[in-house]
């Protein structure tokens, strides 16, 4: 008995966190560069290894990131940017440097170049100051206005042994190995990169964990009356 309830209940706990990570997709769908949370499930040996009593292996479930790039979406505005490549924008946070796609960036009172949320975005020798004027920035993330060369974008990509690890805010953090100089990313100035959902497919997904979850619920139910079956003919004997 304690197996089939540990089966259920691993099922149900997954399928209930699968409707919060679809939640969180379908609910910024919209947002600037957002990358798709998807569970993945492995089987969760270290906890096996670690037990005396275990006698049932249930799946480990984690949260990862969709690395699929979205499209380009032209705005014509000169600050906002998107990264044709595997690479990221670099931020300076209060967390230390973090990486992101989201290239809805400004000037700041100070004249810093800073991300949607305030924080600068950093170049290649620390934080990049705009004088006035209309930037032109090159593929290659050569931040220009006029003659004068003010700076150059920090992008960088994952090593290929790392992954990344959401931090909120379109922000991530590269975990498993440092993030490292793209050679090959280029930057198109004027566009900005849509997230890679699809709310059609999302609530495609919606209505499988929906009916997954109702099922595990039904399996509880009956397994509940077999037991009170079972236990009240035994009561009789």
Known sequence: MANVMGIL??????????LRVIAQNVSSADNVAYRRQILVSRPDFDSL??????????????????????????TGESLDLAIQGDAYFVVSTAQ???LTRRGDFHVDPTGVLSAFNGD????????????EGTPKIDLDGTVRIGSETVGHLRLEELAPEASVRPMGDALFASQGGAPVASPSAQVHQGFLETSNVSPVNEMLHLLQAVRHFEAGQRFVRTYDEMLDRALSDLGKI
């Open 9 to 18: 209940a691993s099922t149900m706990r997954t399928d209930a966190e699968a």
């Open 49 to 74: 290894a670690h037990s005396a009593q275990a006698q049932l292996l249930l799946p480990k479930v984690q949260t990862a990131i969709d690395s699929r790039p979205g499209t380009l979406k032209s």
């Open 96 to 98: 230390g440097e973090l």
């Open 120 to 131: 600068p975005v950093l170049g290649t020798e620390g934080t990049i100051r705009m004088p």
